[in-house]
């Protein structure tokens, strides 16, 4: 698989984490996200950025921006859904503790 490949491959699976997360479907999002930080790893690996020959083709070079930025503006997207929603998780598990300290507190004062 080409590297311009890679991206675009990239790209179209962070489109997916866009739907995935305005659907709330969190599970799918998570297996989205793992396909790409594969795909990332993969590209790291066979097209680093400082190579002199993947930097040659201006053509091929704008493409993969292009897809970069897109990429750039699906994560932006992504954390718009996810970061409301892991707030809520934070709160919810920052009541659960509050409330089992509280528990412990009296448990321990009515002894």
Same mark, same amino acid.
């Given at each position: 698989?080409?590297? &311009?490949? !890679?991206?675009?491959?990239?790209?179209?699976?962070?489109?997916?984490?866009?739907?995935?997360?305005?659907?709330?479907?969190?599970?799918? &999002?998570?297996?989205?996200?793992?396909?790409?930080?594969? &795909?990332?790893?993969?590209?790291?690996?066979?097209?680093?950025?400082?190579?002199?020959?993947? !930097?040659?083709?201006?053509?091929?070079?704008?493409?993969? &921006?292009?897809?970069?930025?897109?990429?750039?503006?699906?994560?932006?997207?992504? /954390?718009?859904?996810?970061?409301?929603?892991?707030?809520?998780?934070?709160?919810? !598990?920052?009541?659960?503790? /509050?409330?089992?300290?509280?528990?412990?507190?009296?448990?321990?004062?009515?002894?």
């Amino acid at each position: 698989m080409s590297s &311009l490949h !890679l991206y675009e491959t990239m790209s179209g699976l962070t489109g997916q984490m866009v739907d995935a997360a305005r659907a709330e479907d969190w599970d799918r &999002l998570c297996e989205l996200e793992k396909e790409v930080a594969g &795909l990332r790893d993969r590209l790291a690996s066979e097209d680093p950025i400082t190579a002199p020959q993947g !930097l040659s083709d201006s053509a091929l070079r704008a493409q993969k &921006l292009t897809l970069i930025r897109r990429m750039l503006d699906d994560d932006r997207t992504v /954390r718009s859904y996810t970061e409301p929603w892991m707030e809520s998780v934070r709160s919810f !598990l920052a009541a659960g503790t /509050r409330t089992r300290n509280v528990r412990m507190a009296y448990q321990a004062f009515g002894e």
